[in-house]
């Protein structure tokens, strides 16, 4: 006589990833009637970011290739979010995570990483994730039999999982009613997936990239592609247009999201919105309605130990960022 099967309850990681919530900013766009600034909360995915998708995708790709093999451990150079989340699934999953980072994330992500007992190669912070590029490149060229190197930048399955996820989800919750795409530039998958999939369901929405303005800023995890190692997964092309955006003020709208929509999120997220906003005021001077939509990757807990959250904020500093001020 067999007994019948166990009924199981709850979901698993894997599940968790995705269909996370698009959040109103309301009060930032009071002053420009007709105008919506929705931000997708990629912090509600169980490693706490939009690289969640990407990772995810990543992983399940190889191990249905067989590229990723019990004894051999997954490599990839990252920033801090993509890492977390390869060791959140390496520890769910059962694989070693060997990352190449520099030693300047913040003390928040080394902890995450390290309470996952993900594996750290630190390298020269001055190198930037470039840096870390070069050197996950020459572990799996001098040890190809023991890494799967995932290669986050020149992955197809980044941006496909934000075609296939990201997309979708953003088309269904804003009812086909978005006329503006706006992200942020790091390997550039969410970018590229986002928009192939937008431009398919509606060629008329604008989608427009974001990256720092200088090689040398504070947007961790975005790069400046004019001087940085490019993703082969960029297309420099699909961009409608390209917004420079300055450290301080992404410093600035990471303070006033906290202070005044009780939105406490990471600084590229910051600066994604203060893209965004650029667009809003554009829209509203030439009296057009808007529904602009971007990716808020992730949340502030990884940045609460940065000094820019308690310094003082001069008022004419202020000036470019709309809606409620300090």
């Known amino acids: 006589m067999t007994s019948a099967p166990v009924k199981t309850f709850g979901t698993t990681i894997l599940d968790r990833i995705g269909n996370t919530p698009l959040v109103r900013l309301d009060r930032l766009t009071q002053h420009l009637p007709g105008v919506q600034i929705l931000g997708k909360a990629e912090w509600a995915n169980p490693g706490g970011s939009v690289k969640d998708r990407a990772a995810s995708a990543i992983v399940s790709d190889a191990q249905r290739k067989g590229l990723l093999t019990p004894g051999k451990a997954l490599l990839d150079a990252t920033s801090g979010n993509t890492g977390i989340a390869y060791a959140m699934l390496g520890a769910a999953l059962g694989f070693p995570v060997v990352l190449c980072m520099p030693s300047n994330v913040s003390p928040e992500r080394k902890r995450i990483l390290h309470a996952y007992g993900a594996e750290i190669v630190w390298t020269d912070p001055a190198d930037g994730s470039d840096g870390a590029i070069r050197q996950a490149r020459k572990l799996a060229s001098e040890q190809p039999d023991h890494y799967y190197y995932a290669d986050q930048y020149g992955n197809d399955n980044n941006w496909r999982a934000h075609y296939y996820g990201t997309a979708n989800e953003i088309w269904q919750q804003t009812e086909g009613a978005i006329t503006h795409f706006v992200a942020g530039l790091g390997t550039s998958g969410t970018f590229m997936g986002t928009t192939r999939r937008l431009r398919e369901l509606n060629?008329?929405?604008?989608?427009?990239?974001?990256?720092?303005?200088?090689?040398?800023?504070?947007?961790?995890?975005?790069?400046?592609?004019?001087?940085?190692?490019?993703?082969?997964?960029?297309?420099?092309?699909?961009?409608?247009?390209?917004?420079?955006?300055?450290?301080?003020?992404?410093?600035?709208?990471?303070?006033?999201?906290?202070?005044?929509?009780?939105?406490?999120?990471?600084?590229?997220?910051?600066?994604?919105?203060?893209?965004?906003?650029?667009?809003?005021?554009?829209?509203?001077?030439?009296?057009?309605?808007?529904?602009?939509?971007?990716?808020?990757?992730?949340?502030?807990?990884?940045?609460?130990?940065?000094?820019?959250?308690?310094?003082?904020?001069?008022?004419?500093?202020?000036?470019?960022?709309?809606?409620?001020?300090?």
């Open 203 to 326: 060629p008329k929405i604008q989608c427009l990239s974001m990256q720092p303005d200088s090689p040398f800023n504070g947007l961790e995890g975005l790069k400046h592609m004019e001087t940085a190692i490019v993703p082969p997964i960029y297309d420099p092309h699909l961009a409608d247009a390209n917004i420079a955006m300055s450290t301080e003020r992404a410093y600035l709208m990471a303070k006033q999201l906290g202070r005044t929509q009780g939105l406490l999120v990471g600084v590229s997220a910051a600066a994604a919105v203060a893209a965004s906003l650029d667009v809003a005021e554009a829209e509203a001077k030439a009296g057009r309605e808007a529904v602009i939509v971007t990716i808020l990757c992730d949340s502030a807990d990884k940045y609460l130990s940065e000094r820019f959250w308690t310094e003082k904020q001069h008022p004419e500093s202020s000036e470019n960022l709309g809606g409620d001020t300090e």
